[in-house]
């Protein structure tokens, strides 16, 4: 058995579950994942879904990048998931893997252009590191896939 798409997945999993922005202001934190925001003062987590259809109209132009971030991870976890159950290309998931990383700069730039705003794209290396480590030498057809 191939456990190759397995292992992928579960990274993939993972990769979906860490803070993909970590935003310190001041003394409160904001989180931004894969699912949402979670804001420390009030203790508090926001959808996706919510944030961007209840807050469109007051959305800061760089924040939007984190949405297509999002919907490049849905396809790759979908692609993954298809890799466990049927066939997947690593090349595709590996693109949208990738794209979802660089989607997260420029939230990460448009934070810390803020006044006394400090952002770590932390879900950008793991995207990319996870594309490095488990899609490049599935690509590559390496026997030793990790």
Known sequence: MDRGPRRRLITVVVAGLVPWTVVL???ELTLVFSFGLFNT???ELLSVYSYFVRFTETLPQFIES???GVLLY???LTSA????TWREDVRLT???LTGAGLTQFPVFLGFNRRLNYVAVPVGS????TVVWWYYLPAIRGDSTTR
């Open 41 to 43: 003062n009030p203790p």
């Open 81 to 84: 998931i298809g890799g466990v």
């Open 94 to 96: 590996a693109l949208a």
């Open 125 to 128: 290396f793991v995207l990319l």
């Open 66 to 68: 984190w949405g297509s």
């Open 25 to 27: 202001i001041g003394a």
């Open 74 to 76: 849905a396809f790759a």
